[in-house]
């Protein structure tokens, strides 16, 4: 019976673990607490909506991206990178990096992490708009 108890306990832990999740996205409309995004670069995907966290933190970053592989593997060596997070943003969902999105450029891009009930616990921007339509920006 010990042996139970503790597998379902470990089976529920890893559940919340794998629900948890950490992602990059276009932010499209920030109304109050709810932000609206698209998942991934290059326009994203169909749009979607979460709720930020109470205690969500909100910082400036950059994205870098890797150098094409040594190894001259064929394909295209660029768009995968990594987040470099900075500084706290300013006034964070408040700042002017969401109150002022233009749906014509699309707004900021972020990486979003959200927490295993899907909130938003922490994003991190680039604090501009991904130019629509043209490639590798």
């Known amino acids: 019976m010990k042996k139970f108890a503790f597998a379902a306990i470990c089976v529920l832990g890893m559940v ?7 992602f990059n996205a276009t932010i499209v409309k920030v109304e109050g607490n709810t932000v609206t995004y698209k998942k991934g670069g290059k326009g994203g995907g169909m749009e979607e ?6 205690d969500a933190k909100v910082f400036k970053g950059e994205f870098v991206v890797a150098a094409p592989d040594p190894a001259g593997k064929k394909g295209k060596g660029g768009g995968k ?3 470099k997070k900075g500084d706290a943003l300013e006034g964070g969902l408040k700042n002017v990096a969401f109150t002022k999105i233009d749906a014509d450029k699309g707004g900021p891009f972020a990486q979003i992490t959200t927490d295993d ?9 680039t604090g501009e708009a991904k130019a629509k339509g ?3 920006g």
Do not use: L, P, R
Not at 16 to 22: L, T
Not at 49 to 54: L, M, Q, R, W
């Open 49 to 54: 909506k979460a709720d930020v966290t109470s």
């Open 16 to 22: 919340g673990f794998v629900m948890a999740d950490e």
């Open 117 to 125: 009930k899907g909130k938003i616990t922490m994003i991190v921007t």
């Open 81 to 83: 990178g990594e987040w």
């Open 134 to 136: 043209k490639k590798g």
